[in-house]
């Protein structure tokens, strides 16, 4: 049992550049999140997605993009990155219990 | 919308010393509160939660929080601190009516543990 695995653990991009991040629970899980993490901000919503087929925008949505490919898999695209979205990018699932996270991805936009 | 504000972005104990790490939070519906704690170059690891039932919870390691709807507060404690115990800690709060809904953080403390 994984749990919330993130791939991959550290990217560096330049400006103008694009990727997805990657994110996957075995936990059977509905729903799933991403968050961004910046020094002094805490962790900040950008896509979340309460069950398969649906996703909602968070706090912070611009500039990114979601796909709920599956019950397991929900990843996360920058179409056109830019040094602002350098950050660290978290995952997570939750049942009732609450929210369980991956290890995040540090990103770096030069 | 809920917010959640932490004191003190920075607190230091000496080992075996009182950790008390404030949280108030703001929410127009019965909340869920959430304390993680995040260890360097690491993920978010749940300590506690409060879902309305008990108003003193117990969480892992030792740590503690208690409810207290009338100063919206929502503070962990742990009577004897632990090097171990050296990480960022963070209290959420949920957005919506269960713990199954968005997260809204605290900036986040980080505690240093004083040998």
């Known amino acids: 049992n994984a749990g919330v695995t993130q791939t991959p653990k550290f990217q560096v991009l330049k400006t103008g550049q694009s990727m997805t991040l990657q994110c996957a629970q075995d936990m059977n899980h509905n729903s799933m999140y991403w968050y961004r993490q910046d020094p002094g901000m805490g962790l900040r919503l950008i896509y979340y997605?309460?069950?398969?087929?649906?996703?909602d925008k968070g706090e912070v949505p611009n500039g990114y993009n979601v796909s709920r490919l599956n019950k397991r898999e929900f990843s996360l695209r920058l179409e056109s990155a830019a040094p602002s979205q350098t950050s660290v990018y978290f995952c997570?699932?939750?049942?009732?219990?609450?929210?369980?996270f991956g290890p995040g991805t540090r990103l770096t936009v030069l | 919308a809920q917010s959640v504000t932490q004191l003190g972005s920075h607190v230091s104990v000496s080992e075996g010393a009182l950790v008390l790490l404030r949280c108030n939070y703001s929410?127009?519906?019965?909340?869920?509160l959430f304390w993680y704690v995040q260890y360097p170059n690491q993920g978010l690891q749940l300590l506690l939660k409060?879902?309305?039932?008990?108003?003193l919870v117990k969480g892992i390691n030792g740590f503690e929080a208690e409810f207290k709807k009338s100063e919206t507060s929502f503070h962990l404690t742990k009577p004897s601190a632990h090097m171990s115990d050296a990480a960022e800690y963070f209290c959420a709060v949920s957005d919506g009516n269960s713990g199954n809904t968005p997260l809204v953080f605290g900036k986040g403390t980080r505690l240093s543990v004083i040998a």
């Open positions: 997605s309460a069950s398969e087929g649906t996703t």
């Open positions: 929410s127009s519906v019965p909340p869920y």
């Open positions: 409060y879902t309305s039932a008990a108003t």
């Open positions: 997570a699932s939750s049942d009732r219990v609450g929210q369980f």
